[in-house]
């Protein structure tokens, strides 16, 4: 079984940064895309940014898009997201996510993805 291990969460202030991590401990770790979702209390798991298995090409929600920036190490089995400008809408329960199946390109359908972490809490105050 995968475990996917999130990290980095906290509280910030408007217009902070904070910078999570997912840690993927498997040697296939370089086949998959990885993906962020975010689940704020009360409303549905949404898109955040994901990332190829090389890491050149990336998406991004339009929420996120020029404030947060995805990234991975493959060396080191782990994807990073840098959250800048941070706002009170960005609070919420942070999940990394490993794409279905191998090989294929980043997605922002959660469906897509089949191995979840247990999350990072973000909380932006203003």
């Known amino acids: 079984q995968v475990q996917l291990v999130e990290s980095g969460g906290g509280l910030v202030q408007t217009v902070g940064s904070l910078r999570l991590s997912c840690a993927a401990p498997e040697r296939s770790f370089t086949m998959y895309t990885m993906g962020w979702f975010r689940q704020a209390p009360g409303k549905e798991r949404e898109f955040v940014a994901a990332?190829?298995?090389?890491?050149?090409?990336?998406k991004y929600s339009d929420s996120v898009k020029g404030r947060f920036t995805v990234s991975r190490d493959n060396a080191k089995n782990t994807v990073l997201l840098q959250m800048n400008s941070l706002s009170p809408e960005d609070t919420a329960l942070y999940f990394c996510a490993r794409r279905r199946a191998p090989y294929i390109p980043p997605s922002n359908n959660s469906g897509g993805y089949d191995t979840w972490g247990l999350g990072t809490q973000v909380t932006v105050s203003s």
């Open positions: 990332i190829s298995l090389s890491g050149d090409t990336t």
